[in-house]
């Protein structure tokens, strides 16, 4: 199995791990923020899930399926983690389209309530990158 598909599976992983921060007693706090730091709903929940499926099963198809996983997710991922941290909102939960812009701000609030999106999507974005140059 090539690194792309292996990626793609770490990816299922961690995203279905995020799917389930808010069924995890302890995870959350009295206001709902997972680790006291963002808020995550139903909708949130079901784009991790979604997120996982395409995952797995771009790293059990192939390693063409694989690297287009790890291009177009780290692409959406990284933009939305970006958009976040100059708006406040994401697009991928179509938070910018339901919610007033709260405006650029580099805070540690902002910064680690979008880092997961962030990170996420340029190691995806990079390892796809990488994989098609690698041939």
Known sequence: MTFDRKLCLVYAVILLGAAAINYIPGLTDADGLAFGIFALDPFDDALHLASATWALLAGLISRRSARIFLLLFGAA??????????????????????????????????????????GLGAIALG???????RG
Do not use: C, K, M, Q
């Open 77 to 118: 991922y990284l933009g939305d983690g970006v958009f976040g941290i100059f708006t406040g909102w994401g697009y991928l939960d179509f938070g910018i389209f339901t919610n007033e812009s709260l405006g650029f701000s580099l805070s540690p609030f902002r910064i680690a309530a979008n880092l997961p999106h962030i």
């Open 127 to 133: 390892a796809g990158i990488l994989s098609v140059r």
